[in-house]
């Protein structure tokens, strides 16, 4: 009973804080945190793509913990400054981002951000662009009078590995002009 309770509360919740978006009440302090941080992942998802690493560090803290998907936890700007530098110099570009907030939550000087992403991006090694969906988690921190920094972020994919490289395989193949493998058809 007590579930059923706070699931149809947690309900509740929610539908206000989506009625109250929808009627663009910037009154609720929730809401307008979301409406800046929407912002800022904006203007972060452009310096991303521009290749703008001064910008892109401008929108961390200096102990900020990066928890990239595939990779290694990634400790301090200067770390997280030479992994970015690095993704460049290989020739990796991201062409187009889209940071899509679902929910903030205050905790204490922090807010939490949930939030799913798309982004499409592009190697030399690649044949084509790729884009890739998934789910993030930011920790912001408030500095000064208001900015935001982020603190801890961590990332991850929507799509199975395993699935993504067998359906590049099979474009690779319909691009080199071979017939593609079917469901049935059995596998080396």
Do not use: C
């Not at 301090?76 to 290989?90: D, F, R």
């Not at 603190?151 to 993504?164: Q, R, S």
Request: cysteine-free; glycine content about 6%.
């Amino acid at each position: 009973m007590v579930t059923l309770f706070l699931s149809v509360f947690a309900i509740g919740q929610v539908e206000t804080r989506s009625d109250k978006k929808k009627e663009g009440n910037a009154e609720d302090p929730s809401l307008r945190m979301q409406m800046q941080i929407e912002k800022i992942n904006q203007k972060f998802a452009q310096a991303t793509i521009n290749q703008d690493i001064e910008a892109m560090m401008g929108f961390y803290t200096n102990d900020v913990i990066s928890m990239p998907n595939y990779g290694k936890m990634i400790k301090g700007k200067p770390a997280l400054t030479k992994s970015q530098e690095e993704m460049i110099k290989s020739g990796a570009k991201v062409t187009a981002m889209n940071l899509k907030t679902l929910e903030v939550l205050k905790m204490g000087s922090e807010f939490i951000e949930i939030g799913t992403y798309k982004i499409t991006f592009h190697s030399p090694k690649m044949q084509m662009p790729v884009t890739d969906e998934g789910k993030y988690l930011t920790i912001w921190e408030k500095k000064g009078k208001g900015d935001l920094r982020i603190k801890v972020e961590i990332w991850n994919t929507d799509i199975n590995p395993m699935t993504f490289m067998e359906k590049m395989s099979k474009e690779k193949k319909t691009l080199e002009g071979a017939k593609p493998a079917t469901p049935n058809e059995e596998k080396p």
